[in-house]
């Protein structure tokens, strides 16, 4: 078993990648304090961590139900991410912040979207924590893979926590100017994600629709 949870650590850890996940969460959070930056970055891995366990249960059912397929979701998390990033590459955070509205409020929701999902539970995380559920029922060890997997969410996302915190400190360090100069490279970067995302969410499309031309 132990080996099988260090397999699924390591797999979901490089298959989510925090550190991708930081430019946005020091975007989000530019503005607020030291505490409430903390609360979302844990909120967002509790976040990520739910999403994952419930595809892991019934992800594939989920799919097979509304008929959607995870190609689709690279495709509209590509759309979401490119417009954040270049929102932030013109200065500005993705959601903007209503006038009035508090840490708490404004935290909660960048927590859940886009922190937790779709940048932490991102597709890649979803698809792979479905085809382990799915080894784990055509092998023998069934009980114990789907346990380690459930032990190997919880640790991940909690470590993807403590590496957001950290990248908040980061911005501390580099005070107003250098945030505002890191905010607009770092929208650059999250710019080259989305693309990546798109492209490999729309490339089985075009596959599709290139093979249904007739010769």
């Known amino acids: 078993m ?10 979901l ?4 990648n925090p550190i991708a996940a930081i ?3 020091i975007a989000l959070t530019e503005a607020m304090t030291p505490k409430a930056a903390r609360w979302v970055a844990m909120r967002a891995a509790v976040t990520a961590c739910i999403a994952l366990t419930v595809f892991a249960l019934v992800g594939d ?3 097979s139900f509304f008929n959607i397929s995870v190609n689709g979701l690279r495709v509209a998390g590509g759309i979401l991410f490119f417009v954040m990033g270049f929102e932030m590459l013109r200065g500005r955070t993705v959601p903007k912040r209503v006038d009035g509205e508090s840490d708490g409020d404004y935290g909660s929701d960048v927590a859940v979207t886009p922190i937790g999902i779709p940048m932490i539970a991102g597709p890649g995380a979803i698809t792979m924590v479905i085809l382990f559920i799915q080894e784990g029922k055509v ?6 893979s789907s346990i380690s997997l459930f032990i190997a969410i919880a640790a991940v996302c909690a470590l993807t926590a403590v590496i957001l915190a950290s990248g908040r400190k980061m911005l501390a360090k580099l005070g107003r100017s250098g945030s505002k100069i890191l905010m607009r490279l770092m929208g650059l970067i999250v710019m080259l994600i989305a693309v990546e995302f798109f492209f490999a969410g729309i490339k089985p499309y075009i596959i599709d ?4 031309i007739p010769a």
């Open 61 to 63: 059912a989920i799919f």
């Open 23 to 25: 430019p946005i969460y």
């Open 2 to 11: 132990l080996d099988t949870l260090l397999f699924q650590f390591t797999s």
């Open 209 to 212: 629709i290139a093979r249904s």
């Open 13 to 16: 850890f490089t298959m989510i």
């Open 139 to 144: 092998s023998a060890a069934t009980t114990a």
